[in-house]
């Protein structure tokens, strides 16, 4: 069996509240080799612990806004919907993730979960706090690239095999103080943080696109989930699961 990834669940509140996910984010997992198993929003902590104990890898999820108090500021007038209890145990899980080891790739508002947790902040809203913005939230098909990136010298440049690329972006938030032990990646040409990774950590990358819209058609953004899925099988050979 491969290594068992979770990913985060996001939160449907209709006439009652639900765990969702987008099949491509689990197939993408599934591709790459990995198990994927969808971690729900458990409102407490030993039981989050327990499952992430059970774990070989984490995927943080793309989703609404985060609550500004996680990183003590005030809501922006453009700051959009939030999920309390998502917030909750995103930020816990990613904390249990980075003190075990567990290998993490954060996709959108994971990247910013990733950022938060580890002691870094967001900017809530790119057009109206940044001058000369490009547009980070595109009216086109998910797996349709709007946008360059240029790549640093960094892991994620390494499984990528490139120093610029092309990408989706559905975003209006993104890393600005990046977290103690975390370098930034890629950047798009306005300057917008893209990419991040830990310095320190075996494998923390967070990505402000979203490849698991478009690895169906380009295999390029395949490569984040093999990445991942790769450092999960290592870690789980140290550990005597394999």
């Known amino acids: 069996m491969g290594p068992i990834i979770g ?14 996910l987008s099949t491509d984010y689990t197939r993408g ?26 774990l070989d890898g984490l995927v943080l999820t793309g989703g ?3 609550d500004p108090a996680t990183f ?9 919907r939030i999920s309390p ?5 995103e930020l ?28 870094g902040s967001i900017i809530q809203d790119i057009p109206s706090q940044v001058g000369s913005a490009i547009k980070h939230y595109q009216d086109a098909p998910r797996w349709h690239p709007t946008h ?10 390494r499984f990528m095999g490139r120093s610029e690329i092309r990408v989706n972006t559905f975003h209006h938030q993104s890393v ?42 380009d295999p390029l953004f395949e490569r984040p989930f093999q990445a991942l899925v790769e450092a999960a099988a290592a870690r789980r050979r140290a550990a005597g699961r394999a």
Request: aromatic share 4%; glycine share 10%.
């Open 29 to 54: 997992v599934e591709r790459a080799g990995g198990v994927p198993v969808i971690i729900p929003l458990l409102e407490g902590i030993d039981p989050a612990r327990g499952l992430m104990e059970s």
């Open 85 to 89: 209890e998502r917030d909750f145990i």
């Open 176 to 217: 600005r103080d990046v977290a103690p032990g975390f370098v930034v990646t890629a950047e798009a040409s306005d300057g917008i943080i893209e990419a991040i990774e830990s310095k320190e950590h075996p494998f923390a990358v967070g990505l402000q696109f979203h490849p698991e819209g478009m690895w169906a058609r």
């Open 64 to 66: 609404p806004d985060l």
């Open 148 to 157: 360059g990136i240029r790549l640093r010298e960094s892991r994620f440049a």
């Open 7 to 20: 990913l985060s669940a996001a939160q449907e509140v209709n006439e009652v509240s639900r765990n969702v």
């Open 72 to 80: 003590n500021e005030e809501p922006h007038p453009k700051l959009g």
């Open 92 to 119: 816990a899980i990613t904390r249990m993730a980075l003190e075990l080891g567990m290998p993490i790739l954060g996709i959108c508002r994971g990247i910013q979960v990733l950022n938060v947790a580890a002691g």
